[in-house]
């Protein structure tokens, strides 16, 4: 009897628990973890226990919580030292930032999800928010808009969750209001959010057209209170930078 589908179901298992542990702020008990993947607890106490061994998890003294572990850094780590794009996206950032003061992020589209990449912090920020490696919905960042709008309407509502999920009061949680905001994206070249992702902050993002459909995007986040005036240069220069970059990306043969 073949030993493939159990060693499968392993496997999607671990990577669960892995993502479960990985989206907690805190440390998660064998109980939480049941709640939150369904699996049944005896395979789960085994896989645990496992992941702990090999540093892929890590637990409290009394081994009654766990949260993601050092080998998981590792693996991520990796996944940056990699990608071709990532040197040229950075360089490009640190120009951007240069210009306009601003906090810039770059992000590629995971499914319904936005992976934060690389990030260049406004140098009057008054605390830094660590965002490489972050993951946040789509719809709620103007990154994910500008990207989902590469999208058919049909892709992205197959590609979303229903319902949307909310994070703040601003957030798009109606699909025709969504799919109505991406069509002025794809008209206008560049996505606005104002406080849809987080309170008091405002985002424009910009696809980097080096991909068809582009994956990856720029964004700059500003103070909700700025004004057209304060908008306009931002953006100009959002799109100029991330143009600059992906007719380099192109010219290097990156794709």
């Not at 990577?15 to 607890?41: K, Y």
């Not at 949260?67 to 780590?77: C, S, Y």
């Not at 992205?156 to 957030?171: C, K, Y």
């Not at 992702?197 to 909700?224: E, F, L, N, Q």
């Amino acid at each position: 009897m073949s030993m493939e589908p159990q060693l499968v179901k392993s496997a999607e298992r671990t990577v669960r628990i892995l993502e479960a542990l990985a989206g907690s702020h805190d440390h998660l008990t064998l109980s939480q973890l049941q709640q939150r993947t369904g699996f049944p607890r005896s395979s789960l106490h085994a896989l645990m226990r496992t992941l702990v061994e090999l540093n892929w998890v890590e637990t409290d003294a009394a081994r009654s919580a766990f949260g993601i572990g050092p080998h998981a850094l590792l693996t991520g780590t990796a996944y940056l030292d990699k990608d071709p794009a990532l040197p040229f996206a950075q360089e490009t950032l640190e120009d951007l930032r240069d210009e306009i003061g601003q906090t810039v992020h770059f992000a590629r589209r995971d499914g319904a999800h936005v992976l934060y990449l690389a990030t260049r912090e406004s140098r009057e920020a008054d605390h830094i928010i660590p965002r490489v490696g972050r993951r946040l919905p789509a719809h709620v960042t103007a990154l994910g808009q500008v990207l989902l709008a590469q999208l058919t309407d049909d892709e992205v509502e197959a590609l979303l969750p229903d319902p949307l999920t909310s994070l703040t009061s601003h957030t798009i949680t109606d699909l025709a209001k969504l799919t109505g905001e991406l069509d002025h994206v794809r008209t206008r070249g560049w996505s606005y959010e104002r406080e849809q992702g987080t309170p008091g902050v405002a985002c424009v993002a910009v696809t980097v057209d080096y991909r068809i459909p582009a994956t990856d995007a720029i964004s700059c986040s500003m103070p909700a209170r700025f004004g057209p005036g304060n908008i306009e240069p931002i953006t100009e220069a959002v799109i100029r930078h991330t143009r600059k970059l992906a007719a380099t990306l192109r010219r290097e043969g990156i794709r």
